[in-house]
């Protein structure tokens, strides 16, 4: 079993970063990826790292976010830019262990964290 906890949310102005940080229990080995959900919406995935070995992401935050991993120190990060009104939502982070064909999806992933609040003014 794998617990998760994130940190680093908050309130930024549209164009600003920030850094999500979750703090796991240990995740070697295991697919670890970002989600997100905005009210009234369903959980969307948002970048992954699959099995410590390449990195994914949605279309939207291409370019934009950067998904990291140190397994020494059971950290997973999600390193924001330019951040958009759009990317206002709850974030967490799960590990599972996924294959290809499925990490975008969240039933791929059966530990999750508690989520921590974006929230990204205009």
């Known amino acids: 079993q794998v617990q998760l906890v994130e940190a680093g949310g908050g309130l930024v102005q549209a164009g600003g970063s920030l850094r999500l940080t979750c703090t796991t229990s240990?995740?070697?080995?295991?697919?670890v990826a970002w989600f997100r959900q905005s009210p009234g919406k369903e959980r969307e995935f948002v970048a992954a790292?699959?099995?410590?070995?390449?990195?994914y992401y949605t279309d939207s935050v291409k370019g934009r976010f950067t998904i990291s991993s140190n397994s020494a120190k059971n950290t997973l990060y999600l390193q924001m830019n330019s951040l958009r009104p759009e990317d206002t939502g709850v974030y967490y982070c799960?590990?599972?262990?996924?294959?290809?064909?499925?990490?975008?999806?969240?039933?791929?992933?059966?530990?999750w964290g508690q989520g921590t609040q974006v929230t990204v003014s205009s």
């Open positions: 799960a590990a599972g262990r996924a294959i290809l064909s499925s990490l975008r999806t969240t039933d791929a992933y059966a530990y």
């Open positions: 790292w699959f099995r410590g070995q390449n990195t």
């Open positions: 240990g995740h070697s080995g295991y697919t």
